[in-house]
């Protein structure tokens, strides 16, 4: 029987979905894109100082090869055959910055992360040097200047840390985000590991030009970034290297995605004007905009979607970035205490239905899009006796909702096509409140896919898609059909605009809360 079972399943490809609070990999029939398997594991974020985010990039890695491993031995219990794994496709948090040794293969410094303040004094200085009237950093790199990108992260480090100074005056430095130093590691590290990453990651940086599809020589000098230390840029879908140890030795890496692209990808939203909304640590709404760079007038950036391929054309897409909404769970879990684990706020929400006139915003590294205000801080207001631990739950949920609302907004008002629906995806679109409140807040249905891991089924699509792999086809008629659950507004929409007005009342209040000189005066 056994034996059957092997032969029945055909190829399967692994996805790495290295995100923000875990890493996960997960293998997938290539065929039907049918789930077979996974491992998980949270990663420790540091916050040495306030305002400040770090995570340990070897314990990144470790994390990636425990994954690997545990998914190896629990496909094993399967009976499923791991030399059926023909690829593996990377998928990860972006804009986080590593720097390390390419002699020694060690970092020379925690990994700064997406969400890290540091650098708010190296942006304002920055934003000084940039004439008014031709903001050369924004139209060539669809960004607007922010702590948020690798640019200023990468600066920091070689301002401030002399192991970053010294590696790079002896040529020993290289930099990348994480997709880059996952790939370099595991296709060998020190020795002959590939530098490289692709157009997604790249177009996070504000380094690269979104047009010319190159590492940009004015922005680098601008940054004062030396171009040396920079990976090679390539397409998402192509073989970059073989994997060089543990149980997956010999498989081809030929799959790379920034992990908003891979849930676009994962969501098939190939064609102009479809849309995705990912619920991971922050909330990401990606609009496909086909191939060609749409600005935005309300505060969204605009990004590479996807390059499926090395002779294949780029897609763009428009983005609204929100930095807190799964974190704002952890945060009521690791920092409050009032739920012990995240399923938990489900049930607290449940026992009181409403917020009850509470609003919170969980600006806790200022505020993404629509508004790009570093000052905001978060705030819990509109608190009365009657107040509590329930229904500041239910706020924070709705916090996510409202700010979706804002994203939606502005993306509607940029395309100038309302969507008629929303797909979702991400870890928290389990909590079945959620995604209800979603659709009452945006007044709109909600869709989600039965499979919630679409960020790891984009990165295992392309990579199963490469060229000198081929086990999976994204043509059309071969895309299987997925099965979805939909979530109809319930209440009316007047309720719902008076909700919504409120909130933005509350954002309000948010912002304006720290001027540079008194966040870094908090430095211990």
């Known amino acids: 029987m056994a034996a059957a079972k092997k032969a029945v399943l055909g190829p399967l490809v692994g996805a790495v979905d290295q995100g923000t609070s875990s890493t996960r990999f997960l293998v997938f029939n290539s065929k039907t894109a049918e789930l077979l398997s996974h491992h998980q594991v949270e990663i420790k974020q540091e916050f040495p100082r306030e305002g400040w985010v770090e995570q340990d990039p070897k314990e990144i890695l470790q994390s990636v090869y425990e994954c690997i491993e545990k998914t190896c031995e629990k496909l094993g219990q399967l009976n499923i055959d791991i030399s059926n794994i023909k690829a593996i496709g990377v998928s990860n948090q972006r804009e986080t910055t590593v720097v390390w040794d390419k002699l020694t293969g060690e970092p020379l410094y925690n990994a700064v992360v997406w969400l890290d303040l540091r650098t708010q004094s190296t942006v304002e200085n920055l934003s000084k040097r940039i004439p008014g009237n031709n903001n050369f950093v924004k139209s060539k790199t669809g960004l607007p200047l922010s702590t948020y990108f690798s640019a200023v992260k990468l600066r920091w480090l070689l301002d401030n840390v002399r192991k970053v100074q010294k590696a790079v005056e002896e040529d ?23 530098h490289c990453t692709d157009v997604t990651n790249a177009s996070r940086t504000m380094l690269f030009n979104i047009h010319s599809l190159e590492w940009d020589k004015e922005l680098c000098e601008f940054f004062e970034i030396p171009m040396k230390v920079l990976p090679n840029v390539r397409s998402s879908s192509e073989i970059y290297g073989l994997m060089k140890a543990g149980a997956l030795e010999g498989v081809p890496i030929s799959g790379c995605l920034g992990d908003q692209s891979a849930a676009l990808v994962g969501q098939m939203c190939f064609q102009d004007g479809q849309a995705k909304n990912t619920y991971g640590t922050g909330c990401f709404l990606l609009c496909n905009t086909g191939r060609k760079c749409v600005f935005s007038e309300h505060g969204l950036l605009t990004t590479v979607a996807y390059k499926l391929g090395r002779d294949k054309p780029v897609y763009y897409a428009l983005e609204g970035s929100v930095a807190i909404a799964g974190a704002v769970i952890r945060w009521l879990r690791d920092n409050l205490g009032i739920i012990k684990s995240s399923e938990e706020i489900e049930k607290l929400a449940k026992e009181v239905g409403t917020s009850y006139g509470c609003y919170f915003v969980p600006a806790f590294s200022g505020l993404y899009a629509p508004y790009w205000e570093p000052s905001a801080r978060g705030i819990i207001c509109g608190l009365t006796q009657f107040t509590n631990k329930c229904h500041i739950a239910f706020a924070a949920l709705e916090a996510v909702c409202f700010q979706t609302r804002e994203i939606l907004d502005a993306m509607n008002r940029d395309c100038g096509i309302p969507l008629s629906h929303l797909q979702v995806d991400g870890g928290m679109t389990n909590n079945k409140i959620l995604m209800q409140l979603q659709a009452d807040i945006l007044y709109i249905p909600v869709v989600k ?27 059309p008629e071969d895309l299987s059909a997925v099965t979805m659950e939909r979530f109809e507004p319930q209440i009316n929409a007047e309720e719902s605009e008076i909700r919504y007005s409120t909130w933005k009342k509350a954002v309000m209040k948010s912002v304006g809360w720290v001027t540079t000189q008194s966040s870094e005066s908090g430095i211990p």
């Not at 896919?449 to 999976?472: C, D, H, I, R």
């Open 172 to 194: 020993r430095a290289l930099f990348g985000t994480i997709d880059s130093w996952l790939i370099w590691s595991l296709t060998g590290g020190a020795n002959g590991g590939v």
């Open 449 to 475: 896919p039965s499979m919630p891991e679409t960020t790891a089924l984009g990165a295992a699509m392309a990579a199963g898609a490469a060229e000198g792999v081929g086990v999976w086809s994204l043509e």
